[in-house]
């Protein structure tokens, strides 16, 4: 009986020392800054994704399994900049959670790291889905990603003292990856520069800006409207006189526009994963900007 008491309390003392459980609940509202608190939190963080790579970020339910997990969250990651104000306000406060209130260390937006593009110089209505504090699409240059990647480093530092030095040493580690990257992509993109584009949303902009495409026209007369049928019949004028070398389609958008586009003015279409898992091939972020740069090069042969 004593052999088996004492092998009961040795199997206990090994379940116990074994690997730890996640001390950090994340809730990320895209597939971008769910991959990046994976690479930056490791095992000690339990990463939920609200949304999916092919749904509009804009545009979102706050369902109550949504406010379940923002509930018991230690940490909300978010774009900013007001990609989100149409939900995640709503599921913050239904939430009840004084953790990850606006203001709080549990409330962490990658917008308020960086100076974004297009900040308006004044607020029109008529001017469309614009946002006052600027293009919150920001996941689409790398270097933005960097700058996020350390200030998210630090605050799960300063939310998990405990181990703040596991997440520098990873945040350390992915900035080295991602230079390299970055150097890799850089030098791989440099046939793309100069290249005239059109857009569908204004949710390539940091792309472009970054890879030197020039973006001519959006099929998107002003962000957010749908294009009428007199709109994409003057696009076509335009752009007939003047062609485009591709047109930019992201991954969640509907390709009807592009594609009857595309068949008018015989220009190529280049379906781009956007996100984190909008395509097969982008299954992190590393994978975002391989098949990115793959699919732009693929194009334009």
Known sequence: MQKIIRGALALLFILA????????KILATTSDWGALATEIGGDKVNVYVATTALQDVHRVDAKPSLVARARTADLVIATGAELEVGWLPILIQEAGNPRIQPGSPGNFEAAAQLNLLEVPSKLDRSMGDIHPQGNPHLQLDPHNITVVAKALAERLAML???NAAYYRQRGGDFNVRWTQAIARWEARAMTLKGIPVVVMHRDQVYLCHWLGLKEVAAIEPK???????GYLGQLVSKLSASPPKLILLNAYNDAKAANWLSERVQVPVATLPFSVGGTAEAKDLFGLFDDTINRLQAAIQ
């Open 223 to 229: 962000p957010g409207v749908p294009p009428s049928a």
């Open 160 to 162: 998990d003292a405990g």
């Open 17 to 24: 020392c074994g690997p730890a459980q996640a001390t950090v």
